[in-house]
């Protein structure tokens, strides 16, 4: 295993066993969709071998995995992806050290924990000294909860200010102290800010976009997400318990019933008018659109993207359409 310090990361998880094992976390979708060239990283793994139809993201972070040069890569086995075991057969192939994880299916607290020491375990650590991590990172996450705050209650933040605060998160830019100055400097920054006022409120459900400029788009047509979902999830916004609770309340790795619990009462407690749902191609988590279209008790539309490019004129046209129909309800 070549000591770099980093460990990649595949989706979030207990990034405190990492952070206490005197390790970094990176996450390798933020690395991915930030690259300057992430259509290449695509095509790279494609030319090694995985296939035009697998998943962008999945093909982006095997290649950013090699490109950052991560000395090992925790893998999540159940509760995401379900193609993240076998790429992590390749890259165990191909002489990367790899670390899995698992989600435990039923949500059970005493099966997390097992699962969690064993992470640690892995990493050299212990629970104790994760659990002591939980609560240095919660400082970090508190402000994450402030932005999210600003961004619905006073409508002081963009929906993009506010994804891009939340899925940092996973991984804290490899460097919570740094990442916590940043939110402290948007959140002063707020203060001076005249509130936003568009007539329609978004919520935005389902994995982070692969298109560029989506958030934008929506505030150009009078609408604004308040609500970013599974990035909120991300964030880990769940303060005052132990570690292992903590990820046991976490909705993004278990069912879609309690992923459907969350949206509700965020719907009712932003003012949430209409929900994007984005799901991402050849992904299993598509299917989840049946029940979730018939769940949420507000319009839904569905958009579905590939490879990361600008919003194509089919879906910005969809979206400006699902917007104006939205302010006729008003």
Same mark, same amino acid.
């Given at each position: 295993?070549?000591?770099?310090?980093?460990?990649? +990361?595949?989706?979030?998880?207990?990034?405190?066993?990492?952070?206490?094992?005197?390790?970094?976390?990176?996450?390798?979708?933020?690395?991915?969709?930030?690259?300057?060239?992430?259509? &290449?990283?695509?095509?790279?793994?494609? +030319?090694?071998?995985?296939?035009?139809?697998?998943?962008?993201?999945?093909?982006?972070?095997?290649?950013?995995?090699?490109?950052?040069?991560?000395?090992?890569?925790?893998?999540?086995?159940?509760?995401?992806?379900?193609?993240?075991?076998?790429?992590?057969?390749?890259?165990?192939?191909?002489?990367?050290?790899?670390?899995?994880?698992?989600? *435990?299916?039923?949500?059970?607290?005493?099966?997390?924990?097992?699962?969690?020491?064993?992470?640690?375990?892995?990493?050299?650590?212990?629970?104790?000294?994760?659990?002591?991590?939980? $609560?240095?990172?919660?400082?970090?996450?508190?402000?994450?909860?402030?932005?999210?705050?600003?961004?619905?209650?006073?409508?002081?933040?963009?929906?993009?200010?506010?994804?891009?605060?939340?899925?940092?998160?996973?991984?804290?830019?490899?460097?919570?102290?740094?990442?916590?100055? $940043?939110?402290?400097?948007?959140?002063?920054?707020?203060?001076?800010?005249?509130?936003?006022?568009?007539?329609?409120? %978004?919520?935005?459900? &389902?994995? *982070?976009?692969?298109?560029?400029?989506?958030?934008?788009?929506?505030?150009?047509?009078?609408?604004?997400?308040?609500?970013?979902?599974?990035?909120?999830?991300?964030? %880990?916004?769940?303060?005052?318990?132990?570690?292992?609770?903590?990820?046991?309340?976490?909705?993004?790795?278990?069912?879609?019933?309690?992923?459907?619990?969350?949206?509700?009462?965020?719907?009712?407690?932003?003012?949430?008018?209409?929900?994007?749902?984005?799901?991402?191609?050849?992904?299993?988590?598509?299917?989840?659109?049946?029940? %979730?279209?018939?769940?949420?008790?507000?319009?839904?539309?569905?958009?579905?993207?590939?490879?990361?490019?600008? %919003?194509?004129?089919?879906?910005?046209?969809?979206?400006?359409?699902?917007?104006?129909?939205?302010?006729?309800?008003?």
């Amino acid at each position: 295993m070549t000591s770099t310090g980093l460990i990649g +990361i595949t989706t979030t998880v207990p990034v405190e066993a990492v952070f206490a094992s005197g390790k970094k976390p990176v996450d390798l979708n933020n690395l991915f969709i930030t690259h300057p060239d992430r259509n &290449g990283l695509i095509e790279a793994a494609e +030319i090694s071998g995985l296939a035009p139809t697998t998943c962008g993201w999945i093909k982006g972070i095997y290649s950013a995995a090699a490109e950052y040069g991560v000395e090992a890569v925790i893998g999540v086995m159940g509760g995401d992806c379900s193609n993240t075991r076998a790429l992590l057969e390749i890259w165990q192939f191909k002489g990367l050290g790899t670390i899995p994880f698992a989600y *435990p299916y039923d949500r059970s607290y005493e099966s997390l924990k097992v699962e969690i020491e064993k992470l640690c375990a892995n990493l050299g650590t212990d629970l104790s000294a994760a659990n002591e991590w939980k $609560g240095k990172l919660d400082t970090y996450r508190r402000l994450a909860a402030e932005v999210d705050r600003l961004t619905w209650e006073e409508n002081r933040v963009t929906g993009f200010e506010n994804h891009l605060a939340l899925v940092s998160a996973s991984d804290f830019n490899s460097d919570p102290e740094k990442y916590g100055e $940043g939110l402290t400097g948007l959140i002063d920054e707020t203060k001076g800010r005249t509130p936003l006022e568009e007539k329609v409120r %978004l919520g935005y459900i &389902g994995v *982070p976009t692969i298109y560029d400029g989506l958030y934008e788009f929506l505030e150009s047509h009078g609408a604004r997400v308040v609500f970013n979902e599974t990035q909120r999830q991300f964030s %880990l916004p769940y303060f005052d318990v132990d570690i292992v609770e903590a990820y046991r309340r976490f909705t993004y790795p278990y069912d879609v019933f309690a992923r459907i619990e969350d949206i509700k009462a965020e719907i009712a407690r932003r003012k949430i008018t209409g929900i994007v749902h984005y799901v991402q191609s050849f992904c299993f988590r598509q299917m989840e659109d049946v029940v %979730l279209r018939q769940s949420l008790g507000v319009p839904v539309l569905t958009i579905e993207g590939d490879r990361p490019a600008p %919003l194509d004129g089919r879906t910005r046209t969809r979206l400006e359409s699902f917007v104006e129909m939205l302010k006729d309800e008003l």
